[in-house]
């Protein structure tokens, strides 16, 4: 199994940060893990809810997979693989965020854990594994310095645009581009 986690002191309450973490649309723009987001219903007076996302993976995306929510308000929020699609058949995955009130702010700890299936399972697990721990900081120093902007009133971090597919309008045009320019293609 690949296990990662990872901690940090924010300037923001638990329950900032776990809302923050709920509304998988605006936290997606501080995880290049999320690719997508479809679906995420909000989490009922129980604290299950539930998603359909498509990963990233270290560049890999991965098919649909539909997470169950389960927020324990307001102590953390768990994302796990809940569903009978393609991606469960290759992989189970739980991220988990823990937060608590900590020296006027939170101390949140995040966890991923990733298990691969099939023959390709522990060559994907070596894939990923150190480039998951320098993932997971690197997210945890964004929501960081999301918060603390925040805390600070500065605007929200300036988070570039994710790459959409190009059309095919845009494939041809460039590869017209690349037949007509003599010093490219020619």
Not at 37 to 46: F, K, L, M, R, T
Not at 125 to 150: G, P
Not at 165 to 179: G, H, L, N, P, V
Request: proline letters at 6%.
């Amino acid at each position: 199994m690949l296990r990662a986690h990872d901690s940090v002191h924010v300037a923001a309450t638990p329950r900032e940060v776990l809302e923050f973490v709920c509304d998988l649309q605006a936290y997606m723009l501080l995880d290049p893990k999320i690719a997508n987001v479809y679906e995420c219903s909000p989490v009922d007076a129980g604290g299950n809810g539930h998603a359909v996302i498509r990963g990233s993976l270290r560049g890999i995306r991965s098919p649909k997979q539909r997470l169950a929510v389960k927020l324990d308000r307001w102590r953390s929020v768990a994302f796990t693989s809940d569903g009978p699609w393609l991606t469960d058949r290759l992989m189970w995955f739980q991220g988990q965020v823990a937060a608590e009130s900590f020296g006027g702010g939170s101390f949140i700890t995040h966890t991923y854990r990733f298990r691969f299936k099939g023959p390709a399972g522990p060559l994907m697990e070596r894939y990923a594994r150190d480039w998951l721990k320098q993932d997971l900081h690197d997210e945890l120093q964004r929501i960081k310095t999301h918060f603390d902007r925040r805390a600070a009133g500065l605007p929200p971090l300036d988070v570039p645009p994710r790459r959409s597919a190009r059309t095919s309008e845009q494939r041809s045009r460039i590869w017209k581009d690349f037949r007509s320019d003599p010093g490219i293609g020619g």
